[in-house]
């Protein structure tokens, strides 16, 4: 059920403080955004709908239960020391959504409107930003097929949606692990793409990881099964006797916007060398003096061991190392309006 969100409707009860326990779960907060688009009238302006018991009614037939049409985005608002709250390049998320809608054949809204339906959203939910240095409110769009098919075909109605939840500061590990048995993409499949059915099938991937004690699995190329490729929810870099910073190059890998980040404050900033290129497993393990993994959630997080092929490899001397530190602490900083944004990516509400 559906009830637009009015300065009469019923607000959730305001937390009683932030603390480590806000962790990363959904909560329905006070209010969120839904658009609707119809082949007849394309996107009908979007509104914002009270959170609390929302839920959607499908048609059995909805495409996304069926052939997964689906694509959804995820940013975060956080508090500056000063009080304010800011995005992160909230334009490339827009961007993104929209090629990732192109690549299943689905309608994405224009990045004016997203922009819009973000800001408008953690707007009326500004009380749920967490404060400074306490997490984030992480920020939700998806895209969804919800007209009704039963040949394989592109729905004719879809629903652009925003929710919002407060999140605790991210407790990622350091130990990852190859896994023979799976790869996340395939050369010119869905892996650019923040498709659902990308997660879906990191899940069972991500279990075995977890079941033996490593934070996610890193996969390498279905091609050759040689090339790094990614985390299931963040991309990898790996730093090499030299200095230089590799990462794998786009094409099977989602364009992380933390990613993109990374690349031009290690080269524009500190004056790093940084290739994009393929990035063998055995490279990494017998050159790189650090690898980390970036994204949204974990902003960076080093890798101290890499499990490949039965074997625990400690990657440099096996403890987080003073690059990866410089580059989060650099980012952080930009993020929060501590160090100058030379590249304007940080939007205030
Ligand atoms: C598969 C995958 N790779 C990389 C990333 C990092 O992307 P970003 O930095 O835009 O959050 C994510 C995060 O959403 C992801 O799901």
């Not at 996340?184 to 059915?197: C, N, Q, S, V």
């Not at 933390?258 to 080269?267: D, G, Y």
Request: aromatic fraction near 10%.
């Amino acid at each position: 059920m559906l009830k637009p969100f009015t300065d009469q409707s019923p607000l959730q009860p305001q937390a009683p403080g932030w603390d480590d326990s806000l962790g990363f779960r959904y909560q329905e907060l006070d209010a969120f955004w839904l658009a609707r688009w119809s082949e007849k009238t394309g996107w009908e302006p979007g509104q914002l709908y009270e959170h609390q018991g929302a839920t959607l009614e499908l048609s059995l037939g909805a495409n996304v239960f069926h052939y997964g049409q689906a694509v959804f985005e995820g940013l975060k608002a956080r508090r500056t020391r000063e009080g304010k709250i800011v995005l992160f390049r909230p334009v490339d998320n827009a961007r993104r959504m929209r090629a990732s809608a192109a690549r299943l054949l689905m309608p994405a809204p224009s990045v004016s409107t997203f922009l819009e339906a973000v800001k408008t959203t953690v707007r009326v939910n500004a009380r749920w930003v967490p404060g400074y240095g306490k997490g984030s409110l992480y920020i939700r769009p998806v895209i969804i097929g919800s007209g009704p098919v039963l040949g394989v075909a592109p729905a004719s109605e879809y629903l652009f949606f925003v929710f919002v939840c407060p999140v605790g500061q991210y407790m990622g590990g350091d130990r990852v692990i190859v896994l023979t048995s799976a790869h996340r993409a395939a050369p010119y499949g869905t892996g650019a793409a923040k498709t659902a059915g990308n997660y879906a099938a990191s899940l069972l991937p991500q279990r075995m990881a977890k079941e033996k004690h490593y934070v996610d699995a890193l996969y390498l190329d279905a091609r050759e099964d040689r090339y790094i490729e990614e985390l299931s929810g963040a991309n990898f870099f790996a730093v090499l006797h030299d200095g230089t910073l590799i990462t794998p190059a786009l094409g099977s890998i989602l364009p992380g916007i933390t990613r993109a980040s990374v690349i031009t404050v290690a080269s524009e900033l500190f004056g790093w060398p940084v290739v994009e290129r393929k990035v063998s497993i055995d490279e990494v393990l017998s050159h790189a003096v650090e690898a980390f993994y970036v994204g949204t959630a974990a902003v960076l997080a080093p890798i101290t061991v890499i499990n490949y092929q039965g074997v625990d490899h400690p990657i440099g001397t096996g403890e987080p190392g003073p690059r990866a530190r410089m580059l989060r602490q650099a980012l952080e900083e930009i993020q929060l309006q501590e160090r100058p944004d030379l590249w304007d990516w940080v939007v205030e509400l």
